[in-house]
Nanobody, 120 residues
């Protein structure tokens, strides 16, 4: 199994910044893509951004230019740097990882979520 543990959420004023971290542990050998999703009250969970093992990134249009996903493969950790935060960014943020194994295919793993609240 794979365990994902997030940290770094909290309360921030509009225009402020936060950095989320997610450390992966367990059977992580075949993990390739890691990233972040978020879910606001009454809304569906949505992709925020992801990064492949080779460093290719993908972002939701709503966060392009403001958020950056990065990873440290030596530490098995993925980060989400959020700048110019807006009240609309308020949500629970979930770390996500995809592992692919022969005869099993893709497996998706999730962290427990961390609350980000943007408010004055």
């Amino acid at each position: 199994q794979v365990q994902l543990v997030e940290s770094g959420g909290g309360l921030v004023q509009p225009g402020g910044s936060l950095r989320l971290s997610c450390a992966a542990s367990g059977s992580i050998f075949s993990i390739h893509t890691m990233g972040w999703y978020r879910q606001a009250p009454g809304k569906q969970r949505e992709l925020v951004g992801s990064i492949s093992s080779g460093g290719r990134t993908n972002y939701a249009d709503s966060v392009k230019g403001r958020f950056t996903v990065s990873r440290d493969n030596a530490k098995n950790t993925v980060y989400l740097k959020m700048n110019s935060l807006e009240p609309e960014d308020t949500a629970v943020y979930y770390c996500h990882a995809i592992r692919t194994r022969q005869r099993v295919g893709d497996e998706h793993f999730w962290g427990q979520g961390t609350q980000v609240t943007v408010s004055s």
